[in-house]
């Protein structure tokens, strides 16, 4: 089993930055991977970003790429979503998540354990 708590939400403008931390305690078996989701009013939850155990490899969803970096401090147990360059369409709760990614893209990401989320806003 494994607990998430994020921080680091809030309102910024367009073109602003945030950074997205996010504490766990605990290990499954059944995941891979922490990752990064996001969901907007009215859309389905959407894999953001993940960074994969062991060999620390990254993937991004398209909309993303080159403006969000996924990192981790495994002695901390943190994992942190770098945010810049921010734009309205990436207001969303945002969520941390213990994972397990089944292929090469961020579309096989499946959330296996979820913190509560932070809200971000772009205006």
């Known amino acids: 089993h494994v607990q998430l708590v994020e921080s680091g939400g809030g309102s910024v403008q367009a073109g602003g930055s945030l950074r997205l931390s996010c504490r766990y305690v605990?290990?499954?078996?059944?995941?891979?991977?922490m990752g990064w989701f996001r969901q907007a009013p009215g859309k389905e939850r959407e894999g953001v970003a993940v960074?994969?155990?062991?060999?620390?490899?990254?993937y991004y969803r398209d909309s993303v790429k080159g403006r969000f970096t996924i990192s981790r401090d495994s002695d901390k147990s943190m994992v942190f979503l770098q945010m810049d360059c921010l734009n309205p369409e990436d207001t969303a709760m945002y969520y941390c998540?213990?994972?397990?990614?089944?292929?090469?893209?961020?579309?096989?990401?499946?959330?296996?354990?979820w913190g509560e989320g932070t809200q971000v806003t772009v205006s």
């Open positions: 998540a213990a994972t397990h990614l089944l292929g090469e893209t961020i579309a096989t990401l499946k959330g296996v354990y």
């Open positions: 960074v994969l155990n062991g060999d620390e490899k990254t």
């Open positions: 605990g290990y499954s078996q059944h995941t891979n991977s």
